[in-house]
């Protein structure tokens, strides 16, 4: 399956500071990645879905002006935080539409905001 | 809509035990169906899936999964575990209409295994 990495895999920063995270599939040539949001001993929730080329479609309840994405080539999606605050804290992931069904996921990114 | 269950939300067992994961789907559509396993502070791996044909699937690990169309279960079984399948479970479904392989996830079942 595809490789699938994410930098940073860890972050800290202070409220009102933007993060950007950035998912690379290494092996692999993606027209579309995904964006969870993960929070503690809870599921994964789908924030949005990133198109190569165009805009991300997000989901209810998702904040496109708050998250930023941006899928500027086929190896590379970045989902930027803004303004970020304390309840923006968590896990997000990143994975990789591979055909057949199946998503390969990044291990992870750990927001955490002062 | 869809949507996933799962009942459990730990399941402790002694290692060599064999232990059943449950999952459950509510959809209008035929779905695909998944099961991920999670270790901690890393992604998610995909441990078997379900897209058509036998309803028995085996997946990496020893792990298998039956599809029982007419209870909406999808249920993850393992005859036999190590202390290395401690771990992070999520059960997942995607509408096989659809042309997206967006998925939904269950809120998972952490599986903790005991020497």
């Known amino acids: 399956g595809a490789v699938v990495s994410q930098h940073p895999s860890r972050v800290i920063c202070k409220s009102g500071t933007s993060v950007k995270i950035e998912c690379r599939s290494l092996d692999f040539q993606a027209t579309t990645m995904f964006w969870y949001r993960q929070f503690p001993k809870k599921s994964l929730m789908l924030m949005a879905t990133s198109n190569e080329g165009s805009k991300a479609t997000y989901e209810q309840g998702v904040e496109k002006d708050k998250f930023l994405i941006n899928h500027a080539s086929l190896t590379l999606s970045t989902l930027t935080v803004t303004s970020a605050h304390p309840e923006d804290s968590s896990f997000y992931i990143c994975s990789v539409s591979g055909g057949s069904d199946t998503q390969y996921f990044g291990p992870g990114t750990r927001l955490t905001v002062l | 809509a869809q949507s996933v269950t799962q009942l459990d939300s730990q399941v402790p067992v002694f290692e060599e035990a064999p232990v059943e994961l449950r999952c459950n789907y509510s959809s209008s559509v035929s779905v695909y169906l998944f099961w991920y396993v999670q270790y901690p502070n890393q992604g998610l791996q995909l441990l078997l899936k379900y897209l058509s044909g036998s309803t028995l699937v085996k997946g990496i690990n020893g792990f298998e999964a039956e599809f029982n169309k007419s209870q909406t279960s999808f249920h993850l079984r393992k005859p036999s575990v190590h202390i290395s399948d401690t771990a992070e479970y999520f059960c997942?479904?995607?509408?096989?209409?659809?042309?997206?392989?967006?998925?939904?996830f269950g809120t998972g079942t952490r599986l903790q295994v005991f020497p």
């Open positions: 997942a479904v995607s509408d096989r209409l659809r042309n997206t392989d967006k998925l939904i």
